[in-house]
């Protein structure tokens, strides 16, 4: 199956947005897409989830293609405390399998 | 929110020997059980996932007479790690899914077991 992709690292400044984009090529039909956060030797930590358009709650936003192919993940105005990797969940179906995969992970580091 | 707890939070033991880890949700109902592992600098790998009362369903390479899930109760599951080896020393996780009515589409992670086999 094939797998998502996530940039590696990302650097923003404090008090800015930061987009994370995930491509799924092969999301299931009736799966979520759901984003997480992960600081180290911790649990992943929910952030968002959506299936399709937009999705907006206290954290983040979240904005999903009519294509559902990709999805990207928005932080508002980061803090220092926002540095952690990022990562979305998707299950992907292909040649009649199916598999829940995380993707590798955006490290995002906000600077002062 | 949904909360999910691990014990213990990290184990050393010697090569050879088994340990269990322990997977709670203590606030709702877990139908579905995920565990994972993840090496340092790397993401999560999805190892097998478990319904209440049925076998693990195990992903493909990972060992099932070696990674012993058992989830015996709609709270609990166990990974039991059989004949330790050094190369199983990693950071242990696991995830609940509730119902369909509830937290279906949702998984709530635990904080994480670090074990090391010297």
């Known amino acids: 199956l094939a797998k998502t992709t996530q940039p590696i690292s990302m650097d923003s400044y404090e008090g800015q947005e930061v987009n994370i984009t995930c491509s799924h090529n092969n999301i299931a039909t009736n799966d979520y897409i759901t984003w997480y956060q992960q600081f180290p030797s911790q649990g992943p930590r929910f952030i968002i989830q959506g299936y399709k358009t937009k999705v907006t709650n206290e954290v983040a936003s979240l904005f999903i293609p009519a294509d559902r192919k990709s999805s990207t993940l928005s932080l508002p105005r980061v803090s220092l405390s926002d540095t952690a990797v990022y990562y979305c969940?998707?299950?992907?179906?292909?040649?009649?399998?199916?598999?829940?995969?995380f993707g590798k992970g955006t490290k995002l580091s906000v600077i002062p | 929110g949904a909360v999910v707890s691990q014990h213990p939070s990290w184990v050393i033991c010697k090569s050879g020997t088994s340990v269990k880890i322990e997977c709670r949700s203590l606030?709702?109902?877990?139908?579905?059980m995920f565990w994972y592992r993840q090496f340092p600098k790397q993401s999560l790998m999805l190892m097998a996932t478990s319904n209440e009362g049925s076998k693990a369903t195990y992903e493909q390479g990972v060992e099932k007479d070696k990674f012993l899930i058992n989830h015996a109760s709609l709270t609990l599951s166990t990974l039991t790690v059989t004949s330790a080896h050094p190369e199983d020393s990693s950071f242990y996780i696991c995830?609940?899914?509730?119902?369909?009515?509830?937290?279906?589409?949702?998984?709530?992670f635990g904080p994480g077991t670090r074990l090391t086999v010297t």
């Open positions: 995830s609940a899914r509730g119902d369909r009515t509830t937290l279906f589409y949702e998984q709530y």
């Open positions: 969940l998707v299950g992907l179906s292909g040649a009649g399998s199916y598999q829940l995969t």
């Open positions: 606030d709702f109902q877990a139908t579905t």
